[in-house]
């Protein structure tokens, strides 16, 4: 009963967030009130980082438990159940149902939700045992005016030539709305994708003169457009999507896992596929794209001044430099890729990405990022 | 192009230890296939359109890949002359001739054997290489002829008899060609009871490999039927058969079928491979694991002029175009299948000729 509402209660939490921006910036020190308030050793905080991996990967929340932090424990491991049951349903589903084409979405979803809280609980669970009650970090409670990025890419495909990429974007906010372009040109081939991405955040951090946010928690309604010309291998792509893509901060879930967020994102694209062959009229294929993606991400210091946020995340897409992993066996061809991208700034305006995705190709790579707005 | 990619692996690999060239284990096997000693005669199918079952001293036992094949054989100088020969997976009609003057071919009786069984006594010339061509009388003939495709029978073999006895029941059609998933995992004792279960077709069966044949030992499924990237041309049209099981084509097969393509640019071509480039229902996912890749090999098949493409591994039944290429995915075999489509187990019958092409292709329930 009072696991069903604690789940409840979450839920409503995560789902429900339209609150006063101003009233909702005063709330964090309420919740740091519910921490359980003993410091344990550091045998036993050593001991809960092995229990949280061994058994851990097992029963999530175990680290907690051995921490003295029953409430954390049982909140996780409720997380992991609900992922466990929601990918089982999901894939049993698929399975029994032949994957048809009419209920294929939306349980492909619900696996994917499911095998993400089955993740996110378990990653929880070693962060909140290793990282200490004061956790590793905060987030921007502000957005940066604009955000510009210049890097480079280097992409293993052993099916296509490409290698080295310039990778050029910048994020330009203004109140709830945001537009991002981006451009990845090839260095050593004729490749290049240009994306637009415009944003809407219902809930979220916004930029000045904006209230401050809650936390880091948000959600946002995305749409986009991608041309990718594969000019030496005779076809381009054009690609419209539409998607949901937010981030909660798991303290709203339980207090001890204060700085970790967990990222989620939905929508679907509709591709086309224009190939380019000398004589021919091919005309164009036309694809359907499922989208989805979450992640477990922590936030370093504070990235207002000195800091930034890591995030580990799996991402459906089978369309993009990464695409889908490549298995051997019963899963060929069904899941997308695994991707870790850092962000840090060791002063106010300039900062660098990290990131390194596997998929069917190796994306490994290093921006420069330069940012302009009030962060506080 | 080619490199070592798990060498090369950067940082993003230890994320999941992950590998990108999980067909080329397959793609080298393939190398293989065809090439045996039986005894003190060097045996080698060009090609590979043969996997070398057995192979002793006077003896050697093929199972066939294509319609038409042909053998090379060297005895060693002062090496025994004779060879039995035996041959599993053959068309009913097929003739095996030597073309040196000096080597000659008997056909013995088989008794109790399937049409698709035969065997040969072959007399060789010491220390000389004999070329033998297997392939029946009208294998370079032209006109209208018929074959018959079936894939993802799986968990269904159980099943498989009746599907059997309809294509039997055509006798127009000359062979049944396959995109894969004959079994639930690929083990040993699933292979066997499939090649069992070919005793009962009256036509050979040609057929690539899925992923469900990748669960014991990948390449077991070689030791069998031999290579999952192959071609053949019968009556003036080229068949390809991939190997996309691992929802993705080694790059070295890669370079086999830019050959192909050229070679077959003027011809009929059609292509069949078990997870198709791209699934017609996209948010479902069960094309390649890279949707780019797909684009490229579709643009090569454009690009070669292809006629027409078949695929398995959605349970159901789709017709439709990829890159302006016919396309057939027929998973009609009898694993468990796409439900509330209306579509049950089901082959395809194909229709073609080397001067029109493809005139039809027809789906014939089952149930």
Same mark, same amino acid.
């Given at each position: ?15 429900a967030p339209?609150?006063?921006a101003a009233?909702r910036a ?6 740091s009130?519910?921490?359980?308030a ?9 001991a809960?980082?092995?229990a949280?991996v ?8 175990a680290?907690?438990?051995?921490l003295?932090?029953p409430r954390t ?6 997380m992991?159940?609900?992922g466990l ?5 999901g ?13 294929v ?10 095998a ?12 909140g ?10 987030p921007l409670?502000?957005?940066p ?10 992409v ?6 490409y ?7 910048f994020?330009?906010?203004y109140?709830?709305?945001a537009?991002?372009p981006?451009a ?12 637009l ?6 809930f ?12 880091g ?8 457009v ?9 076809f ?6 539409a998607?949901v ?6 303290e ?10 967990a ?7 509709l591709?086309?596929y ?6 021919l009229e ?14 477990f991400?922590?936030?370093?210091g ?5 800091g930034?946020?890591?995030?580990f ?18 899963g060929?061809g069904?899941?997308?890729h ?17 990131e ?5 190709a190796?994306?490994t790579?290093i921006?420069l990022l330069y940012?302009?707005g009030?962060?506080r | ?8 692996a950067?940082l993003?690999a230890s ?10 284990e397959?793609a ?5 296939i065809?090439?045996?000693?039986a005894?003190?005669?060097? @045996?080698e199918?060009?090609d590979? %359109?043969a996997a070398?079952?057995a *192979? $002793?001293? /006077?003896?050697?036992?093929?199972? =066939?890949?294509?319609p038409?094949?042909r053998l090379?054989?060297?005895p ?6 004779s060879?039995?020969l ?5 068309l009913p ?13 008997t056909?013995e009786?088989?008794?109790g054997e ?13 220390? @000389?290489?004999?070329?033998?061509? %297997?392939?029946?009388?009208d294998? *370079? $003939?032209? /006109?209208p002829?018929?074959?018959? =495709?079936?894939?993802d029978?799986?968990?269904a ?9 309809r ?20 083990h ?5 009871r ?12 040609y057929?690539?490999?899925?992923n469900h044949e990748l ?12 290579? /999952? ?15 996309s099981?691992s929802?993705?084509?080694d790059?070295t097969?890669y370079?086999?079928l ?11 071509h ?5 997870i198709p ?14 949707k ?6 579709l ?9 027409l493409?078949?695929y398995g ?8 175009e990829?890159?302006?290429i016919?396309?057939?995915?027929s ?7 796409e439900?509330?489509d209306?579509?049950g ?7 073609v000729s080397a001067?029109?092409?493809v005139?039809?292709v ?5 149930d």
């Amino acid at each position: 009963m009072r696991a069903r509402l604690v789940l409840a209660a979450s839920l409503a939490f995560a789902v429900a967030p339209a609150r006063d921006a101003a009233a909702r910036a005063q709330e964090p020190a309420k919740a740091s009130e519910a921490r359980p308030a003993p410091r344990p050793s550091a045998p036993r905080r050593a001991a809960a980082v092995a229990a949280s991996v061994v058994p851990g990967f097992a029963a999530h929340g175990a680290g907690h438990y051995v921490l003295g932090d029953p409430r954390t424990g049982s909140r996780l491991l409720i997380m992991e159940g609900a992922g466990l049951g929601a990918a089982g349903i999901g894939g049993l589903s698929l399975f029994l149902t032949g994957a048809s084409r009419y209920v294929v979405a939306p349980l492909a979803l619900l696996t994917i939700a499911g095998a993400g809280l089955f993740t996110v609980s378990w990653l929880a669970d070693i962060y909140g045992t290793a990282a200490g009650p004061e956790g590793t970090g905060i987030p921007l409670l502000l957005a940066p005016r604009l955000e510009t990025e210049l890097g480079y890419r280097y992409v293993y495909d052993p099916q296509f030539s490409y290698r080295n990429f310039a990778v050029y974007g910048f994020d330009l906010r203004y109140q709830a709305l945001a537009l991002e372009p981006s451009a990845f040109i090839g260095l050593d081939d004729g490749n290049a994708r240009y994306r637009l991405l415009g944003g809407y955040r219902l809930f979220g951090a916004r930029p000045a003169p904006a209230a401050p946010a809650r936390d880091g928690s948000r959600l946002d309604l995305q749409a986009a457009v991608t041309h990718h010309r594969y000019d030496s291998d005779g076809f381009n792509t054009f690609t419209l999507e539409a998607a949901v893509d937010g981030r909660i901060d798991l303290e709203r879930w339980a207090p001890a896992l204060r700085g970790s967020f967990a990222d989620f994102g939905a929508g679907a694209a509709l591709q086309a596929y224009d190939y380019d062959v000398p004589g021919l009229e091919l005309g164009t294929d036309i694809e359907q794209l499922l989208l989805a993606r979450f992640g477990f991400g922590i936030y370093l210091g504070d990235p207002a001044t000195r800091g930034g946020e890591v995030v580990f995340y799996y991402d459906h897409r089978h369309d993009d430099f990464a695409a889908g992993l490549k298995l051997t066996g019963l899963g060929s061809g069904i899941p997308g890729h695994f991707g870790v991208e850092a962000r840090y700034y060791p002063m106010k305006d300039f900062g660098f990405l990290l990131e390194a995705q596997a998929g069917s190709a190796y994306v490994t790579g290093i921006s420069l990022l330069y940012r302009v707005g009030r962060l506080r | 192009m080619r490199r070592s990619t798990c060498g090369s692996a950067i940082l993003a690999a230890s994320l999941l230890g992950g590998c990108l060239d999980v067909a080329e284990e397959r793609a080298q096997r393939d190398l293989e296939i065809g090439k045996a000693q039986a005894g003190a005669v060097a @045996v080698e199918v060009v090609d590979g %359109l043969a996997a070398v079952r057995a *192979a $002793a001293d /006077g003896e050697l036992l093929l199972w =066939v890949s294509a319609p038409a094949i042909r053998l090379r054989l060297t005895p060693a100088a002062g090496a025994a002359r004779s060879l039995r020969l035996t041959a599993f997976n053959v068309l009913p009609d097929v003739e095996l001739g030597a073309k040196q003057g000096r080597t000659s071919v008997t056909a013995e009786p088989l008794e109790g054997e399937p049409r698709t069984r035969k065997r040969w006594r072959v007399e060789l010339e010491p220390g @000389v290489t004999s070329e033998l061509a %297997l392939a029946p009388s009208d294998a *370079a $003939a032209g /006109g209208p002829w018929r074959f018959a =495709v079936l894939s993802d029978i799986q968990e269904a073999v159980d099943r498989l008899q009746d599907i059997h006895r309809r294509i039997n029941a055509d006798p127009s059609i000359r062979f049944l060609l396959g995109a894969g998933d004959l079994t639930e995992r690929g083990h040993a004792d699933e292979l066997e009871r499939y090649q069992n279960e070919l005793r009962a077709l009256d036509v050979p069966y040609y057929t690539t490999l899925g992923n469900h044949e990748l669960g014991e030992n990948p390449t077991l499924w070689h030791d069998y039927f031999g290579r /999952g990237n192959f071609h053949f041309v019968f009556r003036g049209v080229t068949f390809t058969l991939l190997d996309s099981a691992s929802a993705t084509i080694d790059p070295t097969a890669y370079d086999w079928l830019d050959g192909w393509l050229a070679e077959a640019r003027e011809r009929v071509h059609l292509v069949a491979m078990h997870i198709p480039p791209l699934d017609p229902i996209g948010v479902r996912g069960g094309g390649f694991a890279s949707k780019n890749e797909a684009a490229k090999l579709l643009t090569r098949l454009a690009n070669g002029k292809v006629d027409l493409t078949l695929y398995g591994h959605i349970h159901s039944y789709y017709g439709f175009e990829n890159a302006g290429i016919p396309a057939h995915i027929s998973g009609g075999g009898g694993a468990i299948p796409e439900r509330f489509d209306n579509v049950g187990r089901h082959f395809l019958v194909v229709d073609v000729s080397a001067e029109g092409g493809v005139s039809n292709v027809q789906v014939v329930e089952v149930d």
